[in-house]
């Protein structure tokens, strides 16, 4: 992980989203431990790693597709989660949806993230 890159990236979603951004963490599939983010959540990245992974073995046996490039969770009191799989890392955002249109973090913010985020890796 090349982490110049990595923070670069950060700033960029954070540039994306604005004010919308409550946090970010990167962090490894293998131990769920964050490697870097924005107002880091470290309990949060090891439990949601510990979901993304119950998650992908549930797909795989209801014989469901694999995940592709994220999944969102839709939250109480205007909150929504985003983790992006990212082969060996996963990336957790949280956002506030009252600052920032859905438009705008599917369309550009999240497409640029993944982008910048497998560039740093």
Known sequence: MNIKKMNDAIEGLKEDVGEGLIACDMFTVAEGMSVAGYNSQPKASALFNQMTTNLTKTLRGAKFPNLNRYYLLDLEGDHMVIILPLGDFRCGILVNTKKV??????SIAIPNAIEAFEDAL
């Open 101 to 106: 249109q859905l438009g705008l973090l599917l």
